[in-house]
Nanobody, 124 residues
Framework: VQLVESGGGLVQPGGSLRLSCAASGFTFSSSAMSWARQAPGKGLEWVSGIYSDGTHTFYADSVKGRFTISRDNAKTTVYLQMNSLKPEDTAVYYC??????????????????WGQGTQVTVSS
């Protein structure tokens, strides 16, 4: 299983970024995908998830209305569009999955595989 995130960077408050996670080594179309993050000095936080078939999406209250998760099963890639970014969104963002699990868990300790992470910094 390989999960490779990209798209992080430095952005001003109110700006946007789109994260991508290229997945391989498992049956992507049968696996729910989520994004988690870890802010400096804080614990891991589940951010958003999407069912294996893309029919259902879920968001943490802290990002609801600002972030959008999507997936392209043909490209085995999951995305996180982040708009109206705030300084408190600064974190390392991880793509996570448990292969074969079709539904989303809001618990980060229930995911078996994690990418290497991509840094998002929101600052003026």
């Amino acid at each position: 299983v390989q999960l490779v995130e990209s798209g992080g960077g430095l952005v001003q408050p109110g700006g946007s970024l789109r994260l991508s996670c290229a997945a391989s080594g498992f049956t992507f179309s049968s696996s729910a995908m989520s994004w988690a993050r870890q802010a400096p000095g804080k614990g891991l936080e589940w951010v958003s998830g999407i069912y294996s078939d893309g029919t259902h999406t879920f968001y943490a209250d802290s990002v609801k209305g600002r972030f959008t998760i999507s997936r392209d099963n043909a490209k085995t890639t999951v995305y996180l569009q982040m708009n109206s970014l705030k300084p408190e969104d600064t974190a390392v963002y991880y793509c996570v999955t448990t292969p074969g699990r079709t539904i989303v868990s809001h618990r980060v300790d229930e995911y078996d595989y994690w990418g290497q992470g991509t840094q998002v910094t929101v600052s003026s």
